[in-house]
């Protein structure tokens, strides 16, 4: 059974408890991140029980009203405010765990914590949301994640290494210092995240997981898979030479390769492209203008440069050095045939709208277009999809890895009316200015573009003036709730939290990234979000499951209400609500009880 199972089984199972006493409600909180303490007095719940009971109970022990104790889950978590770029960092030794995160112009969960022991490093990646509410994807090779040390820090205690989407921070000396991170787009820095302060400490290593390198002689299973014929076995090693050869390869096009690995005690290394990866190199004496190599983690591309043949060797990496290396084989280049999507190759060129449910909004016929793409306003984007087929009628599948969709202007194009930014499978179009203008969309292929379609027009409108309860929250909501489905946990395994009795003594929070088990007696209870001791916002998204939530200290904006596109596996409500003076109020009480919520 999965941990989300595990966690959605003792929640059912502590409902089924709970269920002669009424609902059991669980909800979740979304605003910015804080590490601020919640104020919990802990010890309102010691004579309550004498306190109601005023049912006319006669001492024969019948007819008692006295309150059953309800409970409810409460998470607090981050939430994209529109014209912020959203920054976690994630420690991918711990499940990609949130380590810290930016609110504002500040970190949340500094110092970062490094062992000093340069076997013991940090793997760092990064969850970013774009300005328009977008999770960036970082590829490493469009979008990647870098890391620098902040201007006049002191670069003796750390060394640092990127990975393109992720980044090791090794400590190499006890001591203080300062790390920035920076989300880079193709070649230049789109934001720049403020300083972190780090701690190096000798205390704070931690069992990593790394296992003792495999050293050459402790390999016994080293097999070449071919990913182009459904992983087959194409080659092996047997002692100190090969059976079996590598695939033949042509020019321009390359081998896609994985491994399968075992050591001498019969255990599979896994390539999991963090600690173990697969390598190739040039064999002694090789011909290195004959192919070149490209590294994806669990397997490489060998790419055929020229006609000939030449040696490779394969590599065990781990950890940044090379544990194993494997006996030499041939590996040739044959010339290649013009067999790529060229012009006039593509039968079928269809512009998907990802907004609209991947609806065809424009299609090839012949040199011309039917159909148009949707306008854009001002400051938005259009997210399109493609749907493409060859002229033998076959997919091409826009995996971002071979293949992706690209777009470009057109001839003579003006070029300050939109932007472009690239996903792989998608393509985003972003209205700069008033106006309109021509563009073409690419069918890209290893680096160089193998189609280029006619030009078609986009308008760009003006952009319309939300006011603040009007905009939509759908981005925000589906990120919400893919966080809160991460962090849910099951009643027992949540802090407890004693449940407000009124609007003027209610639970303290004010924190993000962690699950509460709130406990009330009677219909309702009551839970403050301190905005002040958080740090600040200008709204906030509550999430509940099978409960209600009424602002009683603060403006509700707008509310939603059965969520059934499978964006939230727990989570049936979300209402955004603004401050009062820094501070939320919040009634939350069962589906069945008495609100204005519903």
């Known amino acids: 059974m999965s941990s989300d199972e595990r966690d959605h089984s003792i929640l059912t199972s502590r409902r089924k408890m709970l269920a002669a006493s009424g609902s059991a409600t669980m909800l979740a909180i979304a605003g910015c991140s804080s590490t601020s303490d919640d104020a919990d007095d802990g010890d309102d719940t010691g004579d309550q029980g004498d306190d109601h009971d005023d049912s006319g109970d006669d001492g024969t022990g019948e007819g008692s009203d006295e309150p059953e104790t309800q409970e409810a889950l409460l998470l607090i978590e981050n939430v994209t405010q529109e014209g912020e770029v959203e920054f976690n960092l994630l420690d991918r030794n711990d499940d990609e765990a949130v ?25 760092l ?35 640092l290494d990127e990975h393109g989407d992720h980044v090791h921070v090794i400590g190499e000396a006890e001591g203080e210092t300062e ?10 820095t789109e934001y720049e995240t403020p300083p972190l302060a780090v ?9 990593n997981g790394h296992d003792e390198g495999h050293d050459n002689g402790e390999v016994e299973t080293f097999e070449i898979l071919d990913r182009n014929e459904d992983e087959e076995v194409t080659a092996y090693l047997h002692g100190d030479h090969w059976d079996g050869e590598l695939p033949e390869v042509e020019e321009g096009e390359h081998l896609s390769l994985g491994a399968y690995i075992e050591d001498d005690h019969g255990d599979e290394i896994e390539l999991d492209g963090d600690h173990y990866e697969l390598r190739v190199d040039y064999g002694n004496h090789a011909h290195e203008d004959v192919v070149s190599f490209d590294y994806h983690g669990d397997h490489v591309h060998i790419i055929g440069e020229e006609e000939g043949h030449t040696d490779v060797v394969f590599q065990l990496y781990h950890d940044d050095h090379v544990d194993y290396e494997t006996p030499a084989i041939e590996v040739e280049v044959g010339h290649g045939h013009d067999e790529g999507h060229d012009n006039g190759e593509v039968e079928t060129f269809e512009i998907l709208d990802r907004n609209e449910d991947e609806e065809v909004t ?49 001839d003579h194009a003006h070029e300050d009316v939109v932007s472009f930014d690239y996903h792989g499978d998608h393509v985003h179009i972003i209205g700069e200015e008033e106006g309109h ?65 009124s609007q003027d003594d209610p639970a303290v929070v004010a924190e ?17 979000f301190d905005v002040a001791e958080y740090g600040g916002g200008e709204e906030f998204m509550f999430l509940s499951e099978e409960g209600q939530v009424e602002a009683i200290v603060g403006e509700k904006v707008e509310e939603g209400h059965d969520i059934e596109d499978g964006t939230c596996e727990y989570v049936d409500m979300w209402a955004v609500i603004e401050p009062d003076n820094d501070e939320i109020v919040i009634r939350l009480s069962p589906a069945n009880g008495d609100s204005d919520s519903y």
């Open 99 to 123: 380590i810290a995160d930016i609110h504002g112009d500040h970190w949340h969960g500094e110092p970062l914590q490094v062992p000093d022991d340069p076997d013991d490093y940090l793997s």
């Open 362 to 410: 424009a299609y090839l016929h012949g040199d011309h277009w039917h159909g148009a793409l949707p306008e854009v306003e001002e400051g938005e984007h259009l997210s399109l999809g493609a749907y493409i087929e060859d002229d033998h009628g076959d997919e091409i599948e826009l995996d971002g890895d071979h293949y992706e969709l690209r777009v470009d202007y057109g």
């Open 512 to 528: 993000t990234h962690n699950t509460y088990n709130v406990s009330f007696e009677g219909d309702s209870t009551y839970v403050m």
């Open 437 to 501: 203008t021509d563009v073409v969309f690419e069918l890209y292929h290893d680096g160089h573009t193998e189609y280029t379609s006619p030009a078609t027009e986009v308008s760009v409108e003006h952009g319309h003036e939300h006011d603040d309860h009007g905009h939509g929250y759908e981005d925000d909501v589906e990120h919400a709730c893919l966080h809160f489905d991460d962090h849910h946990t099951g009643i027992d395994e949540a802090e407890p939290l004693d449940g407000g009795e």
């Open 179 to 188: 790390i920035l991170f920076r989300w880079v787009h193709d070649g230049h």
């Open 199 to 207: 701690d190096v400490d000798h205390d704070h290593g931690h069992e």
């Open 125 to 159: 990646g990064a969850e970013i949301i774009d300005e328009a509410g977008d999770e960036v994807e970082l590829d490493g090779s469009h979008h990647g994640l870098e890391v620098d040390f902040a201007d006049g820090a002191s670069e003796e205690y750390l060394s």
